[in-house]
């Protein structure tokens, strides 16, 4: 709305910030009114990553930063492709998890093998407890070969070392849990997984 996305400028952060307050301010109007629990949800959009991109690049065409890719980065996070560092990301989503308390997720991406850096596991965690994140992942890649089960946390793991099979999954955190095969997610869903980047 303003030329940039909120991970990237003040101005977008003050406007979301905004829009989600207005959201979260007429949810308790009709809790009050109607005496029920409403409340606002960061949308996971497991379901809406690439439909509403589609239906809006079909009336709007493709715009730079909105529409140019296949799919959108769901709730209030940064966009999966910027670059920046984990505190950076918490501080700029965390004040949307006090706003969307019907649910949301903060995550970091890492590289390497996080099953043997529990510091980093830690260090993370700790940004979650300072900035009070409600609910939170870290994210790092898993090989999977497979036809043997071999796993390690090698990029671009083309062939198995322990069977030479070329059946090779990369496991990874895409909606809120680990997947077993990427076979059965959508292009728009893979794009974005390809598109992400590690925080660092």
């Keep these: 709305l303003v030329g940039k996305h909120h991970g990237e400028s003040e101005e977008a952060q003050a406007l979301g910030l905004r829009i989600v307050s207005h959201m979260r301010s007429r949810a308790n109007e009709f809790s009050e ?3 029920h629990n409403f ?3 960061a949308t996971p959009a497991e379901g809406l990553s690439g439909k509403f991109t589609k239906a809006d690049r079909k009336s709007f065409g493709v715009l730079p930063g909105i529409t140019d890719k296949i799919y959108y980065t769901n709730s209030n996070h940064v966009p999966v492709y910027y670059h920046c560092s984990p505190r950076h990301k918490a501080k700029v989503e965390a004040p949307y998890h006090e706003l969307t308390r019907g649910g949301h997720i903060f995550y970091v991406e890492i590289d390497g093998d996080a099953t043997h850096n529990p510091e980093a596991i830690s260090d993370i965690v700790d940004l ?3 900035y009070n994140i409600g609910y939170g992942s870290v994210n790092h ?3 999977r070969c497979m036809t043997c089960g071999y796993e390690d946390a090698q990029e671009n793991l083309d062939e198995c070392p322990k069977c030479g099979s070329h059946d090779i999954d990369k496991l990874q955190r895409i909606t809120g849990y680990l997947v ?3 076979d059965r997610w959508n292009n728009a869903k893979l794009a974005e997984l ?3 980047i590690v925080h660092k």
């Design 194 to 196: 390809n598109d992400r």
């Design 128 to 130: 979650m407890d300072k």
């Design 141 to 143: 890649d898993r090989n």
């Design 33 to 35: 009114k109607y005496q």
């Design 39 to 41: 409340s606002v949800l």
């Design 180 to 182: 077993g095969t990427t």
